[in-house]
C-alpha cells in the first residue's frame, strides 16, 4: 500500500484523498440520522420516550400528565387530545386518547412525532403502545380517536436530574405522509365492500 502511495503524482493522491473524505463524509452523513435516533431512545436526550411492556411496580406518588397536539403547517387534519391532563401513579399504565378528523375530501396519510418535557422525563417516560408507532390514513370526513398506552416509571425518583418532576408534557405533532400502496390497496378494498 505505500509503494501505491508513493508511485502517485501529487495531484493524483490530493484528488484521490478528497474523494475519500467525501465518501467518508456521505458515510458519515448517512449514518447520522440514525445514530441520533438510537442515541436518543437510550438515554431519553431531547425529550424522546422509552417502549416497554409495563412496569412491575406501582407507587402511591402521582405525576400530572399533560397531553398537547399540533400538526404541520401544510397538514389538514383537526388534531386534539381528547383529554388535557391525567392525574397518574407512578408505574401505574394510563391510556390517552387522541382525536383526529380529516375534513378534506381526500384520503390523506399522516405520521407524527413526538417528545416529552421536561425532558429529563424521557427515559422515565414509556409508550407500551401508541398511534405514533403507525403510518395513518383518514378517510375523507372520517374522525378516529387515536390511543396511547403508557406509564411513568417509577425509577424517576431516583434520578437527581428528573425526580423534582410533577408534570410531564406528552406532545404530538401530525406531518403529512405519501399514500403507500397498501393503503390504496386498503382503500380499494373498503371501496369494494361498500358497493356489495
Known amino acids: 500500500m505505500i509503494g501505491f502511495w508513493n508511485r502517485l503524482e501529487g495531484k493524483h493522491r490530493t484528488a484521490l484523498q478528497a474523494s475519500a473524505v467525501v465518501a467518508f463524509m456521505a458515510g458519515m452523513g448517512?449514518?447520522?440520522?440514525?445514530?441520533?435516533?438510537l442515541f436518543c431512545r437510550v438515554t431519553g436526550y431531547g425529550g424522546t420516550t422509552q417502549v416497554?411492556?409495563?412496569?412491575d411496580r406501582v407507587l402511591d406518588q402521582t405525576i400530572r400528565v399533560r397531553f398537547d397536539a399540533s400538526k404541520a403547517r401544510d397538514f389538514?387534519?383537526?388534531?386534539?387530545?381528547?383529554?388535557?391532563?391525567?392525574e397518574i401513579r407512578l408505574g401505574e399504565t394510563g391510556i390517552a386518547f387522541y382525536e383526529a378528523y380529516n375534513p378534506t375530501d381526500e384520503p390523506v396519510a399522516g405520521t407524527a412525532s413526538y417528545n416529552v418535557t421536561p425532558y429529563d422525563a424521557g427515559l422515565y417516560f414509556t409508550k407500551i403502545d401508541c398511534f405514533c408507532f403507525q403510518h395513518q390514513v383518514l378517510q375523507p370526513g372520517e374522525r378516529v380517536e387515536m390511543p396511547v398506552t403508557f406509564y411513568?416509571?417509577?425509577?424517576?425518583?431516583?434520578?437527581?436530574?428528573?425526580r423534582g418532576t410533577?408534570?410531564?408534557?406528552?406532545?404530538y405533532t401530525?406531518?403529512?405522509?405519501?399514500?403507500?400502496?397498501e393503503d390504496l390497496?386498503?382503500?380499494?378494498?373498503?371501496?369494494?365492500k361498500q358497493t356489495n
Request: hydrophobic content about 40%; glycine content about 4%; cysteine-free.
Open 174 to 181: 401530525f406531518h403529512r405522509a405519501p399514500l403507500r400502496p
Open 76 to 86: 389538514p387534519w383537526e388534531f386534539r387530545p381528547v383529554e388535557r391532563t391525567m
Open 185 to 192: 390497496a386498503a382503500l380499494d378494498e373498503d371501496a369494494d
Open 30 to 37: 448517512w449514518a447520522a440520522v440514525p445514530l441520533y435516533d
Open 152 to 162: 411513568v416509571d417509577p425509577d424517576i425518583l431516583d434520578d437527581r436530574e428528573a
Open 166 to 171: 410533577h408534570t410531564i408534557t406528552l406532545s
Open 52 to 55: 416497554g411492556t409495563g412496569s
